[in-house]
């Protein structure tokens, strides 16, 4: 029998346990750990609430979540409630599938200020996630800049422009519903280091932006590169390019009656933070030029107002007592998922927060098969036997993926009319729904 524990129950860690499950069917024992008492990490709380099809790849890793050979152990935090040490003394191999749950430092002078966010924080908010429910941003000033031309830049500004009724059929929490409902912003501005080139949005994001009932993008003419220059991108970048050439082509009349301006601005790299009264106010600007397709300062800079404001130049994974760090780069080190004998960590955890939902997919099995050369038939350990006493010992109040459906359950009685849920965003209330 090998035991396996899978910390982190994003995508990265059910597809982790999906791959484990094919290569050892009943000859394993897979425990998966959350220190929420709800699963699937990113999915619940990272993707964007009115994106439910990508959402729906949840009801996949329900079915590695039913039976015998996987199970959901939540309300553990691995480096707190249980040592890293502890975990691996007990199972075969221990494999972070931790994700990258902290934002990336925005390193410029005032990005402490008052109603300065970073993506997770934002996102966190508006999906409910407990760590981030107080959030309360203010959204009653009329200028918002978001920092990043990557999809989550993208959720952002789609999420900020939604009238109510755009909302339908999302799962969106209600405390966000409720400050956007009066929402004064007139002006959303993108900020990208680099130019339209070099984008890291997708073309069906991209393309939500056409179709917002409030909402128009606005791209420069004078800032789009000659269309033939377009010729060397891969397909899909041209795809994103030839959008932003259709936003810049919008005639006055398609923006007669939309009250807000989803306005692109490249090569503009922030540089301060300005605040009034402790209050903020705006950002200074510097132009960059490309040069060896970095971003590099011109020395002309300019102004722009901020009310409200969200970096979302992306992310870094938590650290873990007794796990190796790699702080510039934000990841475990590890070699092809090895970080350690017995330890191993997959998906954005060890790669860094890049592809999509699928990407974690061959990571999983990738990730197995570096396991299951290294353990053999496992080696006689205790595994969630092992576990289960530990948990007694210390009086963990472990959440099981039964627990969770009677938590989902309740989520979705609380739904209002046409949403699919309406989340829990406090632990104590997760964890009083799951009932006796
Ligand atoms: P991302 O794609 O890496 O984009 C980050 C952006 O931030 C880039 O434009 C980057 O510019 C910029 N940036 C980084 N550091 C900066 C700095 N110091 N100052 C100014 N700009 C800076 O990251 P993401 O948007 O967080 O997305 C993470 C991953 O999740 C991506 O793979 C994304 O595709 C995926 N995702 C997918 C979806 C979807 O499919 N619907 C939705 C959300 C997220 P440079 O390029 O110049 O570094």
Not at 251 to 278: C, H, V
Not at 314 to 322: A, C, D, E, F
Not at 375 to 402: M, Y
Request: glycine fraction near 10%; proline fraction near 6%; charge should be negative.
């Amino acid at each position: 029998m090998r035991h396996i524990a899978i910390v982190g129950s994003g995508p990265a860690g059910y597809y982790t346990a999906e791959a484990a499950v094919k290569q050892w069917g009943e000859d394993a024992r897979v425990d998966i750990f959350d220190k929420l008492p709800v699963p699937f990490g990113l999915i619940r709380t990272g993707v964007a609430p009115d994106h439910q099809s990508i959402k729906a790849v949840a009801r996949r890793y329900e079915k590695t979540a039913i039976g015998d050979t996987v199970r959901f152990a939540g309300n553990v935090e691995i480096g707190r409630d249980i040592a890293i040490e502890e975990l691996t003394e007990l199972y075969d191999a221990v494999i972070l599938a931790t994700g990258a749950p902290r934002d990336r430092d925005l390193p410029i002078p005032g990005a402490d200020s008052a109603n300065v966010f970073g993506s997770a924080a934002f996102v966190g908010w508006y999906n409910g996630h407990p760590e981030y429910a107080a959030l309360a941003p203010d959204l009653s000033g009329r200028h918002a800049v978001i920092i990043g031309m990557g999809n989550v830049a993208l959720d952002v500004a789609r999420i900020l422009s939604k009238t109510e009724a755009e909302f339908e059929g999302s799962d969106i929490v209600a405390h966000a519903l409720e400050l956007m409902r009066d929402s004064n912003i007139e002006t959303i501005t993108i900020l990208g280091r680099r130019g339209p080139h070099q984008i890291m949005m997708t073309p069906k994001e991209l393309g939500e932006l056409l179709r917002l009932e409030r909402a128009v993008p606005r791209v420069e003419n004078a800032d789009l590169p000659p269309p033939e220059s377009d010729d060397m991108l891969d397909p899909g970048q041209r795809k994103s390019v030839t959008l932003l050439r259709e936003f810049a082509a919008l005639s006055p009349s398609d923006r007669a009656d939309k009250a807000l301006s989803i306005n692109f601005d490249f090569f503009a790299s922030p540089t301060l933070i300005e605040q009034e009264g402790g209050q903020l106010s705006g950002l200074v600007v510097e132009r960059t030029e490309l040069k060896d397709g970095r971003a590099v300062g011109s020395g002309e800079t300019y102004r722009i107002p901020a009310d409200l404001l969200i970096s979302c130049i992306g992310y870094r994974t938590s650290p873990i007592v007794g796990v190796p760090f790699d702080e510039r780069a934000g990841r475990f080190p590890n070699e092809e998922g090895r970080i350690a004998p017995a330890l191993y960590c997959v998906g954005w955890a060890k790669r860094g927060p890049s592809g999509t939902i699928g990407t974690n997919r061959p990571d999983g099995y990738a990730v197995i098969e570096k396991v299951a050369e290294d353990i053999g038939e496992g080696a006689g350990k205790r595994g969630r036997e092992g576990f289960d006493e530990l948990a007694q010992k210390r009086a963990l109040d472990v959440v099981t993926f039964r627990d969770w459906q009677r938590i989902e359950e309740a989520e979705i009685a609380a739904a209002r009319s046409g949403a699919p849920r309406e989340k829990f965003v406090d632990i104590e209330s997760m964890i009083a729904a799951r009932g006796a």
